[in-house]
Nanobody
Framework: QVQLQESGPGLVKPSQTLSLTCTVS??????????WSWIRQPPGKGLEWIGN???????AYSPSLKSRISISRDTSKNQFTLQLSSVTPEDTAVYYC???????????????WGQGTQVTVSS
């Protein structure tokens, strides 16, 4: 059973960097085939894919967010992280980490989700 747990500050000031960590148990982030994704849901809106990192450390980012995103990992801790810079109130959302599988253009490939963490951007 794969489990994912998000952690990080729940409040970030505008222009600063949002930083979240996902701790994975029950599966290795270096195992081939899977992608490790960040997804968010703003209030009253649908799920939005942010980006992912694969088993070798290669990343892919949403085109609309790419310039502000950095996803990295710490294999010794079986963790991967999200950094979203220059945040605005539009970045307020519940942020999820998830395990994803290839072959889908939407979020149907997600087979495990974290519980999500609320991040509010406010001064």
């Amino acid at each position: 059973q794969v489990q994912l747990q998000e952690s990080g500050p729940g409040l970030v000031k505008p222009s600063q960097t949002l930083s979240l960590t996902c701790t994975v148990s029950g599966g290795s982030i270096t195992t081939n085939y899977y992608y490790w994704s960040w997804i968010r849901q703003p209030p009253g809106k649908g799920l939005e894919w942010i980006g992912n990192i694969d088993s070798s450390g290669s990343t892919a980012y949403s085109p609309s967010l790419k310039s502000r995103i950095s996803i990295s990992r710490d294999t010794s801790k079986n963790q991967f992280t999200l950094q979203l810079s220059s945040v605005t109130p539009e970045d307020t959302a519940v942020y999820y980490c998830a395990r994803d599988t290839p072959g889908y253009s939407d979020l149907r490939g997600v087979d495990y989700w974290g519980q999500g963490t609320q991040v509010t951007v406010s001064s």
